[in-house]
C-alpha cells in the first residue's frame, strides 16, 4: 500500500512540475512569469512592511501616551 501511495504521489509531483515548466502560446512557463514579476512583489511586500512598522509604532506611541502608572 505504501509503494502505491509513493507512487501517486510522485506522479503527482512530476505532473505538476511538467505543468509549471510547460510553455505557454506567448512562449513563457508560469515559473519564467513567476521570475519576472518577483521584484514587484518584493517592493510592494517592503512597503506593506513600512507601512505596518509606522502604524505599530504610532499605537505604541498611543498607548504609552495614554497609560498611567
Known amino acids: 500500500m505504501g509503494f502505491i501511495k509513493t507512487l501517486a504521489i510522485g506522479a503527482a509531483v512530476a505532473y505538476g512540475i511538467n505543468y509549471v515548466t510547460k510553455k505557454g502560446p506567448d512562449g513563457k ?40 502608572y
Open 29 to 68: 512557463s508560469i515559473i519564467d512569469n513567476l521570475v519576472d514579476e518577483a521584484p514587484e512583489w518584493l517592493d510592494r511586500a517592503k512597503k506593506y512592511g513600512e507601512l505596518t512598522l509606522e502604524q505599530i509604532a504610532v499605537r505604541a506611541q498611543n498607548f504609552k501616551d495614554n497609560t498611567r
